[in-house]
T-cell receptor, first 112, second 116 residues
Framework: DAKTTQPNSMESNEEEPVHLPCNHSTISGTDYIHWYRQLPSQGPEYVIHGLTSNVNNRMASLAIAEDRKSSTLILHRATLRDAAVYYC?????????????FGTGTRLQVTL | GAGVSQSPRYKVTKRGQDVALRCDPI?????LYWYRQALGQGPEFLTYFNYEAQQDKSGLPNDRFSAERPEGSISTLTIQRTEQRDSAMYRCASSLRPRGTNSPLHFGNGTRLTVT
């Protein structure tokens, strides 16, 4: 499975933007970049995904480098409810590659 | 609509007993995944199904673990002769389509298994 590398933890002030980086230098041409987050005591929750172009949804934005070897999840205004572990995952398009392989993620702390 | 439902929420069992964990996916979802999560760690893949067919069981730790989804809906993860190291949160997820790049996984709240 292609691997991703994320910082163990990050901190942000409430109402500030947050940029969560992810490196995936071994990404293949058919791998999608997925982000999930896990709030305390809950199951993982889908955030966003993309292939090549930047993506926006109501939760976040995903900026993908031109060479696709890195990406950044952007929370435009962090709130206390965004405190969670954020997982960057590469997901293939066929067969067993379509399963999600979670790493250790980035623990985001949001403070007042 | 209802999300992914898992039962029981908590299961305490004695070492050596068999346990069966149930997952009821979102109606109409084709793919179903089982994960295990230790405290402070990310979810670890166990196995997954498309419809009733088990596609990948490479994550099952040993032959005490098995899973089935006989009618392509509800799934059961069975652990035989439980050991203390099996204690963890067991999570189930489902997705609408089998080739899931545009089909996110929806996770249940999990079953917390404690083996004493």
């Amino acid at each position: 499975d292609a691997k991703t590398t994320q910082p163990n933890s990050m901190e942000s002030n409430e109402e500030e933007p947050v940029h969560l980086p992810c490196n995936h230098s071994t990404i293949s041409g058919t791998d999608y970049i997925h982000w999930y987050r896990q709030l305390p005591s809950q199951g993982p929750e889908y955030v966003i995904h993309g292939l090549t172009s930047n993506v926006n949804n109501r939760m976040a934005s995903l900026a993908i480098a031109e060479d696709r070897k890195s990406s950044t999840l952007i929370l435009h205004r962090a709130t206390l409810r965004d405190a969670a572990v954020y997982y960057c995952i590469l997901r293939g398009n066929t067969g067993t590659a379509s399963k999600l392989t979670f790493g250790t993620g980035t623990r985001l702390q949001v403070t007042l | 609509g209802a999300g992914v439902s898992q039962s029981p929420r908590y299961k305490v069992t004695k070492r050596g007993q068999d346990v069966a964990l149930r997952c009821d996916p979102i109606s109409g979802h084709v793919s179903l995944y089982w994960y295990r999560q230790a405290l402070g760690q990310g979810p670890e893949f166990l196995t997954y199904f498309n419809y009733e067919a088990q596609q990948d069981k490479s994550g099952l730790p040993n032959d005490r673990f098995s899973a089935e989804r006989p009618e392509g809906s509800i799934s059961t993860l069975t652990i035989q002769r439980t050991e203390q190291r099996d204690s963890a949160m067991y999570r189930c997820a489902s997705s609408l389509r089998p080739r899931g790049t545009n089909s996110p996984l929806h996770f249940g709240n999990g079953t917390r298994l404690t083996v004493t």
